[in-house]
């Protein structure tokens, strides 16, 4: 992390960027689409710097070092896993339990989606019962008919 920190009116500016998560003092979160956009532009012939400034960064402010280690960062983590490790995972998996009450539309939502997730369950074990069955159907079948032809 860089000795570098954001006043109040950097960070107002930064969080004005369309491809800014989150700002703190110390911190930047970039969006995910900014992390693609970079890397797959970086792979031509720009780099790091003129990357930030076509998306409307300021260099001076971000800072010299900060742009490296993102750079670096996300290159490398392009090569090693592809488009995918680019994706911040942070929230989705941190392991820790919520402070805040669900709304009661966050509620619905994920209550829907574990409805949506056991009807598939079921059709998925009803086709393998069914695929099973079929099987021994088939079976009896070929059985039988071979038993006519002798």
């Not at 006043?7 to 003092?25: C, D, G, H």
């Amino acid at each position: 992390m860089s000795k570098l920190t954001f006043t109040p009116e950097q960070i107002q500016i930064l969080k004005a960027n369309p491809y800014v998560k989150n700002v703190s003092e110390k911190s930047i979160t970039y969006s995910d689409e900014f992390k693609r956009y970079f890397v797959s532009e970086s792979l031509g012939s720009k780099t790091a710097k003129q990357l930030f400034i076509e998306a409307g960064f300021d260099p001076e402010m971000i800072g010299k070092s900060r742009i490296r280690s993102f750079a670096g960062k996300w290159r490398k983590r392009y090569r090693d896993n592809g488009v995918l490790a680019l994706k911040d995972t942070r929230q989705d998996c941190s392991g820790r339990p919520r402070k805040t009450p669900l709304t009661l539309e966050q509620q619905i939502e994920k209550l829907q989606a574990k409805i949506l997730l056991l009807g598939q369950e079921n059709d998925l074990l009803k086709n393998q019962n069914g695929a099973k069955g079929g099987q021994k159907t088939a079976k009896r079948l070929a059985e039988s008919f071979q038993g006519s032809m002798k």
